[in-house]
């Protein structure tokens, strides 16, 4: 993270920049914020159990791909934006009523809705930079600003192009857009002759930025208590394979909770702070664990409402805790420079339980593959575990 002293704006927009005392403060107006992605998540959790299918693996990552990035944008304008002043809130409140009609869009964003959707997520990836420029004219924040306004005005055209498009095409269209968007910040808003941000010309503070992606997977998380508790109480009367299933799923969801607060939720605050670490750790990092979240909470639905394995069950209940995973993998790189072989030695096993479940399916009991797969995580959050308390112990080099 840069140390420089950061860019405030002159009037008339003083007071829209954050106190350089008041950095790391989520504030209430993002909480509130953060309440329309309660939605989001469950729109996309219902999308997947709808379309178990590769199609629909393919069109709910699209469109999560959307979603994240829009929360994420708005995340990190927030670390220079002052949460009590009235035209952040306005700003806040306007691009909540996108992200609602975003997510009321998400069933029918492959249908009829699809330009409901992308136009929302486009008028989003508008708003934020035209407003930063107006608010930091003159300053870094401006120019860094009027570099992603120019990504995002290329990845909006793919957007809304998409949305006029058959279903089929659309999938490619939209594919092309989140590519546009999420390799902006890896090409430093690039373009030869015109515009360029470099993430050192960005002056982010780790604190918040790690603050907002843990409450940010918590409600994540929520959807899981969400799915479960809508199961049983569909079903009446829970039987003993209900109560089961219950069982291992919310021993299933403490310990994925588990997992992330023994590592990312303690020692996000540390390890390397520079801008370009930090966009790794939490723009793509946290992608892959909170879109793990939710598929493993899709895969605890399941498990309550069936009695024997199928594809589709098997395939979300080993790939949510194996795209958490992936993220906490992509996390710990980014921020403390290695490669944790236990999480790589579990994501090998939970890929030979799915390989398994898989071939053996017909035959198995739904347990046959999430006992495993429990026990593996547990397993790994406990080593974690001993692993933060023992290196605590340990003065640092």
């Given at each position: 993270?840069?140390?420089?002293?950061?860019?405030?704006?002159?009037?008339?927009?003083?007071?829209?920049?954050?106190?350089?005392?008041?950095?790391?403060?989520?504030?209430?107006?993002?909480?509130?914020?953060?309440?329309?992605?309660?939605?989001?998540?469950?729109?996309?959790?219902?999308?997947?159990?709808?379309?178990?299918?590769?199609?629909?693996?393919?069109?709910?990552?699209?469109?999560?791909?959307?979603?994240?990035?829009?929360?994420?944008?708005?995340?990190?304008?927030?670390?220079?934006?002052?949460?009590?002043?009235?035209?952040?809130?306005?700003?806040?409140?306007?691009?909540?009523?996108?992200?609602?009609?975003?997510?009321?869009?998400?069933?029918?964003?492959?249908?009829?809705?699809?330009?409901?959707?992308?136009?929302?997520?486009?008028?989003?990836?508008?708003?934020?930079?035209?407003?930063?420029?107006?608010?930091?004219?003159?300053?870094?924040?401006?120019?860094?600003?009027?570099?992603?306004?120019?990504?995002?005005?290329?990845?909006?055209?793919?957007?809304?192009?998409?949305?006029?498009?058959?279903?089929?095409?659309?999938?490619?269209?939209?594919?092309?857009a989140v590519a546009i968007d999420y390799?902006?910040?890896?090409?430093?808003?690039?373009?030869?002759?015109?515009?360029?941000?470099?993430?050192?010309?960005?002056?982010?503070?780790?604190?918040?930025?790690?603050?907002?992606?843990?409450?940010?997977?918590?409600?994540?998380?929520?959807?899981?208590?969400?799915?479960?508790?809508?199961?049983?109480?569909?079903?009446?009367?829970?039987?003993?394979?209900?109560?089961?299933?219950?069982?291992?799923?919310?021993?299933?969801?403490?310990?994925?909770?588990?997992?992330?607060?023994?590592?990312?939720?303690?020692?996000?605050?540390?390890?390397?702070?520079?801008?370009?670490?930090?966009?790794?750790?939490?723009?793509?990092?946290?992608?892959?664990?909170?879109?793990?979240?939710?598929?493993?909470?899709?895969?605890?639905?399941?498990?309550?409402?069936?009695?024997?394995?199928?594809?589709?069950?098997?395939?979300?209940?080993?790939?949510?805790?194996?795209?958490?995973?992936?993220?906490?993998?992509?996390?710990?790189?980014?921020?403390?420079?290695?490669?944790?072989?236990?999480?790589?030695?579990?994501?090998?096993l939970l890929a030979l339980i799915g390989?398994?479940?898989?071939?053996?399916?017909?035959?198995?009991?739904?347990?046959?593959?999430?006992?495993?797969?429990?026990?593996?995580?547990?397993?790994?959050?406990?080593?974690?575990?001993?692993?933060?308390?023992?290196?605590?112990?340990?003065?640092?080099?």
């Amino acid at each position: 993270m840069s140390t420089d002293t950061p860019d405030y704006p002159a009037a008339p927009w003083r007071g829209v920049a954050r106190h350089p005392d008041r950095r790391s403060e989520v504030g209430p107006v993002e909480l509130f914020f953060d309440l329309v992605y309660v939605f989001a998540i469950i729109q996309l959790s219902h999308v997947l159990l709808d379309h178990l299918s590769w199609a629909g693996f393919a069109e709910t990552a699209i469109v999560f791909a959307a979603v994240w990035w829009g929360w994420n944008y708005s995340a990190w304008a927030m670390n220079w934006l002052n949460p009590a002043n009235t035209r952040v809130q306005l700003l806040n409140a306007v691009l909540m009523l996108a992200s609602l009609g975003m997510a009321a869009a998400i069933p029918g964003a492959f249908g009829d809705s699809g330009l409901l959707f992308a136009g929302c997520f486009v008028f989003m990836g508008i708003l934020r930079p035209v407003f930063m420029i107006a608010a930091f004219r003159g300053r870094q924040l401006a120019s860094n600003y009027t570099a992603l306004l120019t990504w995002s005005a290329l990845a909006g055209v793919c957007w809304i192009a998409g949305a006029l498009l058959p279903p089929e095409v659309r999938l490619w269209v939209w594919l092309l857009a989140v590519a546009i968007d999420y390799a902006a910040p890896l090409l430093n808003f690039r373009i030869p002759g015109a515009v360029a941000a470099p993430m050192e010309r960005w002056d982010t503070d780790p604190e918040h930025l790690a603050e907002r992606n843990r409450l940010v997977f918590i409600i994540a998380l929520g959807e899981s208590i969400l799915l479960m508790g809508s199961a049983l109480a569909d079903e009446g009367v829970p039987d003993a394979r209900s109560l089961l299933g219950l069982l291992l799923g919310f021993a299933g969801l403490t310990v994925l909770w588990w997992n992330y607060f023994a590592l990312a939720g303690h020692e996000v605050t540390g390890g390397q702070g520079h801008t370009g670490a930090l966009r790794f750790a939490f723009a793509y990092a946290h992608a892959l664990m909170v879109l793990g979240a939710i598929v493993v909470a899709v895969s605890m639905e399941l498990r309550l409402t069936h009695d024997h394995l199928t594809p589709g069950l098997v395939l979300v209940a080993v790939g949510g805790p194996l795209i958490y995973l992936a993220g906490n993998l992509l996390f710990l790189r980014s921020r403390f420079g290695r490669m944790a072989l236990s999480r790589l030695i579990a994501a090998a096993l939970l890929a030979l339980i799915g390989a398994a479940g898989l071939l053996y399916y017909e035959r198995l009991p739904v347990t046959a593959v999430t006992l495993p797969v429990l026990l593996v995580m547990a397993a790994l959050a406990v080593l974690t575990a001993r692993s933060r308390a023992a290196g605590t112990r340990t003065p640092a080099p």
